[in-house]
C-alpha cells in the first residue's frame, strides 16, 4: 500500500482540522446523539404505551360499571392516554354534578365541562408525544448543511495551503478535498437517521391521537347517556350501571 495514500483518511483529517472544523464535528455529534436518544426513547415509549392502552381499552369495554372503571384509574395512575383520559373525564362529571359551578372555569352544563376538560386532557397528551420533535426537525433541516459549511470551510483552507506550497498536482489536490468532503457525509449521516425517525415518529402519534379522539367521543357519549359504545358494533349502545352495587 502507498503510504501517502494509507495516510489520508479520517486521521489525517482530524489532525488538519482547525478550531472551526473541531467545532463542527463536536456540533455534528451532539446532534447525532440527540437525534438517536429521541428516536429510541420516543420508539420505546410507544411500544409501552400502545401495550398498556389496548390492555385497558380491553378492561373498559368489558367493564360491568362505570364505578369498576373510576375505581381502576384511581387504584392504578394513569400510565397512558386513554386511561388519562377517562381518569379526567370521570372526575370532571363527578366534579360537576357534585359541585355543580363554583368557578368560572367550571361555567356551563356539565356537558361543556366535561367537553373542555377532556379536550384539555387531549392537548395536554399531543404536547407529550410531540415533545422532542422540534428537535429532530431542526437536526434534520440543518445538518447537511451544517455539514456542507465544514466541507467549504476544510477546501477553503486546503486550497490554501495548496497555494502556499505550489504543488496543484492532482495527488496534492485530491487528499485535502477529500478529507474536506468528509465533513458532507457527516452531515447526511447525521440528518438521515433524524428525519426518518421525526417521520416515524410522527405517523405513530397521528395514529393514537386518532384513536385518542374517536375513543373521547364514545367516552363522552358514555357520560351523557349512561350507555357505553359496542366497541365491536359501532351502532349499537349498551346500557352500563352506574352504582356502586352494580355487579
Known amino acids: ?4 495514500s494509507s495516510s489520508i483518511g479520517f486521521g489525517h483529517f482530524l489532525a488538519q482540522a482547525d478550531g472551526v472544523a473541531k467545532f463542527i464535528l463536536v456540533l455534528m455529534a451532539l446532534a447525532s446523539a440527540t437525534s438517536w436518544y429521541l428516536i429510541v426513547t420516543k420508539l420505546v415509549s410507544y411500544s409501552r404505551a400502545k401495550r398498556r392502552s389496548e390492555k385497558f ?11 369498576v372503571v373510576a375505581a381502576k384509574v384511581e387504584e392504578q395512575h394513569p400510565d397512558e392516554p386513554f386511561s388519562h383520559l377517562v381518569h379526567h373525564a370521570i372526575a370532571a ?32 397528551e399531543t404536547a407529550s408525544l410531540e415533545s422532542g420533535l422540534t428537535v429532530l426537525a431542526s437536526v434534520g433541516a ?30 496534492k489536490v485530491a487528499g485535502p478535498v477529500g478529507e474536506a468532503l468528509i465533513m458532507t457525509a457527516i452531515g447526511l449521516a447525521v440528518a438521515i437517521p433524524a428525519v426518518l425517525g ?3 415518529i410522527v405517523r405513530a402519534n397521528r395514529l393514537t391521537l386518532a384513536q385518542l379522539d374517536a375513543f373521547a367521543h364514545d367516552l363522552f357519549a358514555f357520560l351523557g347517556t ?10 349499537n349502545v349498551t346500557p352500563l350501571k352506574t352504582g356502586s352495587g352494580a355487579r
Open 1 to 4: 500500500m502507498d503510504p501517502a
Open 57 to 67: 381499552l380491553d378492561f373498559f369495554w368489558n367493564a360491568p360499571s362505570l364505578d
Open 93 to 124: 362529571s363527578r366534579h360537576h354534578e357534585r359541585h355543580g359551578i363554583n368557578r368560572l372555569n367550571e361555567a356551563g352544563s356539565a356537558s361543556d365541562f366535561v367537553t373542555r376538560t377532556m379536550r384539555k386532557t387531549i392537548d395536554e
Open 142 to 171: 440543518t445538518a447537511p448543511f451544517v455539514g456542507l459549511l465544514g466541507t467549504v470551510w476544510g477546501i477553503y483552507h486546503a486550497l490554501v495551503a495548496i497555494g502556499v506550497s505550489g504543488a496543484g498536482t492532482l495527488d
Open 198 to 200: 421525526y417521520n416515524l
Open 226 to 235: 349512561g350507555c357505553k359504545i359496542d366497541a365491536a358494533s359501532s351502532g
